[in-house]
T-cell receptor, first 112, second 116 residues
Framework: SQQGEEDPQALSIQEGENATMNCSYK?????LQWYRQNSGRGLVHLIL?????REKHSGRLRVTLDTSKKSSSLLITASRAADTASYFC????????????FGQGTTLQVKP | DAGVIQSPRHEVTEMGQEVTLRCKPI?????LFWYRQTMMRGLELLIY??????IDDSGMPEDRFSAKMPNASFSTLKIQPSEPRDSAVYFC???WGTGQGADTQYFGPGTRLTVL
């Protein structure tokens, strides 16, 4: 099965609300990354958190990592209609120097 | 920088034809990745190169698929012969690999392939 599994698969919220997406993985990682994909476009890197970090912030994004539970969460605060996209977590495995394993993604819809 | 460049952006072909997808990575990047994205299977890594050398091709579906990277600024993914089940969006991505774990990848806009 997938190394990264995301929850929920789809999320619909109102503008201004917070959105939380979760990612679980199975094997030990070197780092975990989150990407965004707008419809019909390529993926765009949002944030990278290393295995020895627990929390990281970037603007309205907050990422947490719990290596004991093999899980991560992405929080988008004060969401905007422009945040509507699919969000993917990707794990960089310890056993690989360059490869990322992507989850199936969470589709976020932010209603204006 | 122009980012990762892929061509063509759209390709429609008939079953049995050869298809060649092209990618120009970001200048200075030393790793290049080919992915395939479908609704059913999500984003799958097909193959990746480091310093122009194929490192992991375990995701290449079958012998009909081949990839080359003749130099640091160009890569191709070829499907011969193509089949309808190859219809997907194919992404190329590049990164600057530090050798200390997976690095940030920069994706191209993708090639939408339709095989009739």
């Amino acid at each position: 099965s997938q190394q990264g599994e995301e929850d929920p698969q789809a999320l619909s919220i109102q503008e201004g609300e917070n959105a939380t997406m979760n990612c679980s993985y199975k094997t030990s990682i070197n780092n975990l990354q989150w990407y965004r994909q707008n419809s019909g476009r390529g993926l765009v890197h949002l944030i990278l958190i290393r295995s020895n970090e627990r929390e990281k912030h970037s603007g309205r994004l907050r990422v947490t990592l719990d290596t004991s539970k093999k899980s991560s969460s992405l929080l988008i605060t004060a969401s905007r209609a422009a945040d509507t996209a699919s969000y993917f977590c990707a794990t960089g495995l310890i056993s690989n120097t360059g490869k990322l394993i992507f989850g199936q993604g969470t589709t976020l819809q932010v209603k204006p | 920088d122009a980012g990762v460049i892929q061509s063509p952006r759209h390709e429609v072909t008939e079953m049995g034809q050869e298809v060649t997808l092209r990618c120009k990575p970001i200048s200075g990047h030393n790793s290049l990745f080919w992915y395939r994205q479908t609704m059913m299977r999500g984003l799958e890594l097909l193959i990746y190169f480091n310093n122009n050398v194929p490192i992991d091709d375990s995701g290449m579906p079958e012998d009909r698929f081949s990839a080359k990277m003749p130099n640091a600024s160009f890569s191709t993914l070829k499907i011969q012969p193509s089949e309808p089940r190859d219809s997907a969006v194919y992404f190329c991505a590049s990164s600057w690999g530090t050798g200390q774990g997976a690095d940030t990848q920069y994706f191209g806009p993708g090639t939408r392939l339709t095989v009739l």
